[in-house]
């Protein structure tokens, strides 16, 4: 199965930039899907952005201009450059994979492995 690790996350002003980190390991094939999750107290998780096999790649509106996804194939890992941070970005960060192929890569429910998080907390 496939597990995640993220790290890069910490405490910024507004304003302020991070470097989210994704390391892929334990699997045969590439998942069908992979994204970046946040979840704030009190709140559900929400989708940030994410981007599938083929290198499609879609972003939730709130994020538009500020975050980025990539993918490094080399070093097996997903990255989210985050600029531009408000305190509403405020969230534990969380990557995850479909490894299930097809279907849809827009919701929470629709992956099927979660890393631990890493926390991104950001100050006015």
Not at 80 to 89: A, N, T, V
């Amino acid at each position: 199965q496939v597990q995640l690790v993220e790290s890069g996350g910490g405490s910024v002003q507004a304003g302020g930039s991070l470097r989210l980190s994704c390391a892929v390991s334990r699997y045969t094939y590439m998942p069908y899907c992979m994204g970046w999750f946040r979840q704030a107290a009190g709140k559900e998780r929400e989708r940030v952005a994410g981007i599938d096999t083929y290198g499609r790649i879609d972003y939730a509106d709130s994020v538009k201009g500020r975050f980025t996804i990539s993918h490094d194939n080399a070093k097996n890992t997903l990255y989210l450059q985050m600029i531009g941070l408000k305190p509403e970005d405020t969230a534990m960060y969380y990557c995850g994979a479909r490894t299930l192929i097809g279907g849809a890569c827009y919701t929470a429910h629709d992956y099927t492995k979660w890393g631990q998080g890493t926390q991104v907390t950001v100050s006015s």
